[in-house]
């Protein structure tokens, strides 16, 4: 069975040999860009619609809040006052609109290579790409790998929104890349970055931890449930020069964020980092 | 698409319309027993073999701690000193052995409905079986429903390893079973309680706590990832009269268990009772 649709159904086998499957409804959007197949379709089920890249599920109206708040409050609530921030792959934009909750943020920098992402999402997935359009907002359609070579000491926050390690991502989990990224952070700034599933890709997960504690000093792994990703259990990795993990959180900022979401609030950021013992062992 | 093995692949659809689809090898045991249909599958996949239910997922060997050591270790831990223990259902074992791991115990009583699954578990799948064979387990192949009804301050610890709410596992959703379990507690008594998915189940979990506030003044609820139930998240009531959640650990005890387990550990264990917003506006 490939990955993709067919006879009604979308499957996502990983190489593991399971996976998820959604009822299928119709496609909206299925092109090949520059750099990959780009699909938005409508499912039968409480999903709604969902975007996939190369038949890899990247998310769904249904569910995305499970991984956008994840990746943007959990760094963004450990930074005294977010100001920059930039965002790396994330074309559909729900990542910006969570980062663009905070009342301290100025500028976000989203940076896709994929142009036709951006766009299909607009069109297609408004409820998640709605703060693209926001005036602090600046979109650049660019390769994150050169676009962050020359920005240095300019953001607070950077999210590593990317695609898998394969295809058009694969330059993003890289020692160079990272090295930039950290060269680009401002005094006390952060860094998150999707981190593949404990469960599913362990080898692919401690390749990764092992490229980015090269790079920075403090390197640490939280993780939630994904219902649409296989597996239902991501990771992302929170790295620093200096801000250790749940060393800071001010407790009215926290409240003002919480009511604006479906997932997070205090408690649940306080248990984030508490890992099973089978990923530590491999991190 | 019907849930069950179809072409090569075990597919499992929830009514919101996704789920899991897992690469199937050899059917090893499949029969009707009195009460429903009892499989077990070898996959071409990490997870091992699979036992299903009325063609529902109930376990595989790859991912069945992450169910088994929560349904176990989170009351049992809690309690000063957990010396009799009544599961409920969970006839592949699973949760009998993790008990088993707690030196306090001196009795288990396994009431399963179906001798056909204890059977077959015992033949098929050994490493979750392997438990059931300890002479401190007696094993009761009867109705719970029935089993619970004269059972007065008899369990420090009962753990309600079910099916879901409807087929055999019916009966053990409602508030006159609860009402006996309840009964069937020694003083400083915990129930456990599989309570099924916060994602996809959000009526069911609803009606139950629902029915298990009636019951305890203190009910509360935990969750954790499981990689084979649709959604990947899944949730457990605890229950009591007297105990707290996160009121008592013995870092010893505690130690001890977190060195024969997966998941499990300290900070695992404390982070479990912290909720999603979605899930604590449900309960």
Chains 1, 2 share one sequence.
């Not at 708040?69 to 910006?96: F, Q």
């Not at 953001?155 to 330059?171: A, Q």
């Not at 092992?210 to 790295?239: E, H, M, Q, R």
């Not at 649940?268 to 089978?278: D, S, T, V």
């Amino acid at each position: 069975m490939k990955n993709g649709i067919e006879n009604g159904y979308y499957h996502e086998i990983t190489p593991s040999g399971f996976g998820i499957a959604i009822k299928a409804g119709k496609v909206l959007f299925s092109k090949q860009s520059d750099f990959q197949k780009v699909e938005v379709f409508e499912t039968e089920s409480d999903l709604g619609r969902v975007l996939t890249l190369d038949d890899l599920m990247m998310t769904t109206e249904g569910d995305e809040y499970h991984y956008h708040e994840m990746i943007a409050h959990i760094p963004m609530m450990h930074h005294k006052k977010p100001e920059s921030v930039l965002v790396i792959g994330g074309g559909d934009g729900g990542t910006v609109r969570e980062v663009l909750k905070h009342k301290t943020v100025k500028k976000v920098v989203l940076c896709e290579i994929d142009g036709m992402v951006i766009d299909a999402c607009k069109e297609f997935l408004p409820t998640i790409s709605c703060g693209l359009t926001d005036p602090r907002v600046e979109i650049k359609v660019e390769d994150a790998i050169e676009f962050i070579k020359d920005k240095k000491n300019k953001y607070d926050i950077v999210l590593i929104d990317s695609t898998d390690p394969m295809g058009p991502g694969e330059g993003l989990f890289t020692e160079e890349f990272y090295t930039n990224v950290k060269s680009s952070l401002k005094e006390g700034g952060i860094v998150a970055a999707q981190s593949e599933s404990p469960f599913v890709n362990k080898t692919e997960i401690k390749k990764m931890y092992d490229l980015l504690k090269k790079v920075f000093p403090i390197c640490s792994t939280y993780t939630s449930n994904i219902p649409t990703y296989p597996g239902g259990y991501w990771a992302w990795a929170f790295c620093s020069e200096s801000v250790k993990p749940l060393s800071y959180l001010d407790d009215e900022r926290c409240e003002e964020i919480t009511k604006t979401c479906k997932i997070y609030n205090k408690d649940y950021h306080m248990a984030r980092f508490a890992l099973p013992n089978y990923l530590k062992e491999i991190l």
